[in-house]
Each structure stands twice: as C-alpha cells, then as structure tokens.
C-alpha cells in the first residue's frame, strides 16, 4: 500500500488528471481548469464540509499507475456536476421565447383556438441574400404551436403573452439560481396547496408516511395494493393507469406527478383532461420544453384542483444530484477520466427521470418515504401499464437507483442534498 500522497502531491495529480482529461474532450474550458485546480488545493475542507461518501471509489490509478486521491475524485465528481447539461441549449431556447412573437386567435370552424409562437429567421447567412433582393423561403421559425378547444375560462388574448413571459422569466431565473434550501420550501409550495384542496388544517408539518409509486413492470411480481393505499400521501406518475392493477398498484391517488410532455398531450384535449385519478386530485409537473407554460396557462385555467409548477431551482437540485451519480457510476465502471462522460451521453438530453424527482419532493415533505415500483427485472416490461420494454436513453436509471441507495443506506453522504439544511426521512425501497 502506498503512503498517503502529501498535499502538494495531490495538486500535481489533479492538475495532471485535469489536463489529460482535457485533452480527450476539448470542450472543457480552460476556466473551468483553473477553478477545479484551486478547489483541489481547499478539497479537504470542502469534502469534510459536505461529507462526501468516498466509497466505492477508494483509489483510482491513471496509465502511469499514479493514485488518485479519492477526495480529489470526489470533488472533480462534486465541480462537474455543477455543470448542468444542456444549460446552454436551455438558455439560448428561454432568451428565443422571450424574444419572439405571440398571436392567439380563434380558429373559424368556432370552436377551436389557436396559440402560435415564433421568431423571425434572421440569421447572418440570410443577409447576404437579403442584400441580392431575394427573400429565403422560410422568414420565421416557429418555436411551438398548439390548437386546442377554447373554453370561456381560457386566458383573454391580450393576457396570454405578458402572463407567458412573466411564468417563463420566474421559472428561468428561479432555474439558474442554484439553492439547495429549497427543500425547506417544498412544505409551503406543494403540501399546504394540497392540504388547502382537500380541507384540511394547514398545519405547516410533513405527512407522516408517504408512497411514491413508479411505473416499472415489477410492480406485478408482488401484491403491494393495500400497502401503499395505507399511506398518508399516494404519489403516481404520468397518469398510470390503476384499473386492472389495483391489486399490485393500489386505488388510491392523493397526488398526480407529471412531466411537462404529458401535460402537452392532456392540453390538447377537451378542457384539459389530465386527471385519470379524478377532478380533484392535485398535479404537480417539472417543465420538460420552456415552451410548455402555454400549456401550463390553459390547463390551470380549468383544472378543478390545484396545478403546481415545481420550482426552478428544484429542478436545478435534482439535475446536479443525478448527474453527479451519472459521472460516478460511469469512472467506477470504466476507469476513464470522469471529463470523458459526455462522449458518452449526449448531454443536450440527459435528465432526470420523473420518478427520481417525485422521489426528492416526497423528501421533502414527508416524514417516512415508500417507494414502490422501482427498478427492473428479467421478463417484466418497463412500465407494468404498457408494452414498452426499453428504458429512455436520456435518463440514467442505474444512477438514479445509487441515488435511492444512499437514500436509504447513507443520506449524510448525497451530496448537494447534504446542504439543504432539511433532515432526510425513513426511506424504504419495496420490490
């Protein structure tokens, strides 16, 4: 066993493990390198600060058999998560909606409305051509449309852009705020909605037990119906369908979590039909495509119970955690340098998964955390509901499956999560 390396010698190996890492994907700046360099020299701290787990990832070697500290590791894992995927792409497609133009208007068969919005298609090689005297076939790139049946509760035409541009502007910015306290916040912004929905006193505490239940075809290799309709809070996700299940699955339904993809689908139906569990069952859904608040205005002006928005800089929260266990599972399962795990991934998809995200909130306002269906199995399918059999590329389910490990085994070692200043609930995991 080697002696324990000093710490001028740490530095050298991070800098040097930086370096070649750099080397192998050119899109880490130079910034960044000398940002990941001074942390190094601050890791010890830092680490005993957030309590960073250091297992498995014990000691890693590079080609010249030169060990890794493990903390240093860490606190590479720790910078490069804070890297959010596809935060460029996303800020370039917020600053594009805001910037565009909006036109609602009704359709003449009368029953139908129309919202559309779009940017003009000036870029520099139209220019020149502009300049010749002859226009480009296309002059305006369409971000999003959506016909929809109108119904007098929807948003006066004149409202739709500013009260757009107000939700997006809020969530954006809520969204590059990163604060992991917001888990303190998760009881005001969700639970005291819910509770106010179904008449009960706001009593500003948790609920005492809780089931998140996932969509995984395991679901049917146990009957775990009347567990989970015993719990306090029964939390579904995109609209899984119970009949037929019950047995596995349970009836009840005190939460319905989406994603913003399915709330398009529920828009485009008569009054916004995005309630299979009941009228009065509160949806809480994360934005997808910033465009998705148009679908957002029109469904929260029918919808019976209350339709939540999660805040930005939960969304931020939950993408760092996911992606840190994405970059350690990759460097425990290859030996690369952890710089190399977008050309892998394409970073412009990766996200988390729904049931990850219902996973945290339930965290956060909960004092005992169930989750059920979760996790995959030789001859089940993917979701228990349908015939789907392949996983989505964009999520990291392997990752996402350490993060519930910790939950369970080592809460005091996620980190981001450790900094939330909120204690981390019972967490059982049915299978």
Request: net charge neutral; charged share 25%.
């Amino acid at each position: 066993m080697r002696p324990r390396t000093t710490a001028r010698s740490e530095l050298l190996a991070m800098l040097a493990f930086l370096l070649r890492g750099a080397a192998m994907n050119r899109s880490l700046h130079f910034a960044f390198l000398l940002l990941a360099v001074v942390a190094a020299v601050f890791s010890y701290r830092s680490i005993a600060r957030r309590g960073l787990t250091l297992d498995p990832i014990q000691r890693l070697y590079d080609e010249e058999n030169e060990a890794l500290d493990a903390e240093a590791m860490n606190e590479t894992l720790f910078l490069l998560a804070a890297q959010e995927p596809g935060a460029k792409e996303l800020q370039r497609d917020v600053a594009d909606l805001l910037s565009a133009d909006l036109e609602s208007i009704d359709l003449p068969d009368g029953r139908h409305r129309q919202i559309s919005i779009w940017r003009r298609a000036v870029k520099p090689r139209y220019r020149s051509i502009w300049r010749r005297g002859v226009k480009p076939r296309n002059r305006f790139m369409f971000l999003a449309r959506i016909t929809f049946l109108a119904r007098p509760e929807h948003p006066q035409h004149d409202q739709v852009l500013p009260d757009f541009q107000r939700l997006l502007s809020d969530w954006f910015h809520n969204r590059r705020e990163f604060r992991p306290e917001v888990m303190s916040d998760l009881v005001d912004q969700i639970k005291r909605p819910i509770d106010l929905n179904n008449h009960y006193t706001d009593s500003g505490q948790r609920y005492p037990t809780c089931a998140v239940v996932g969509n995984s075809g395991i679901l049917l290799k146990a009957d775990h119906g009347d567990l989970i309709d015993s719990h306090h809070l029964v939390i579904r996700l995109n609209n899984a369908r119970i009949s037929g299940y019950r047995r596995h699955v349970g009836a009840k339904t005190s939460l319905s979590f989406i994603n913003s993809n399915v709330l398009h689908d529920c828009a485009l139906l008569d009054g916004c039909f995005c309630h299979p569990y009941g009228d009065f069952v509160p949806v809480v859904f994360y934005i997808c495509q910033p465009a998705h608040f148009i679908e957002y205005m029109i469904c929260n002006s029918t919808h019976k119970s209350p339709l939540l928005v999660t805040d930005g800089r939960f969304d931020a929260l939950c993408a760092r955690i996911v992606k840190y266990y994405s970059l350690k599972l990759f460097v425990e399962e290859t030996g690369e340098s952890p710089s190399t795990w977008g050309m892998y991934r394409d970073e412009r998809w990766f996200h988390y998964s729904s049931g990850m995200q219902a996973v945290v909130l339930a965290v956060g306002i909960c004092d005992k955390v169930s989750i059920f269906g979760f996790g995959k199995s030789p001859q089940v399918s993917h979701h228990y509901h349908t015939n789907q059999t392949k996983e989505l590329s964009l999520h990291d389910y392997p990752a996402e499956y350490e993060f519930y490990r910790d939950l369970i085994e080592r809460p005091q070692s996620i980190p981001f999560l450790k900094d939330a200043g909120v204690k981390v609930p019972t967490v059982v995991l049915y299978h």
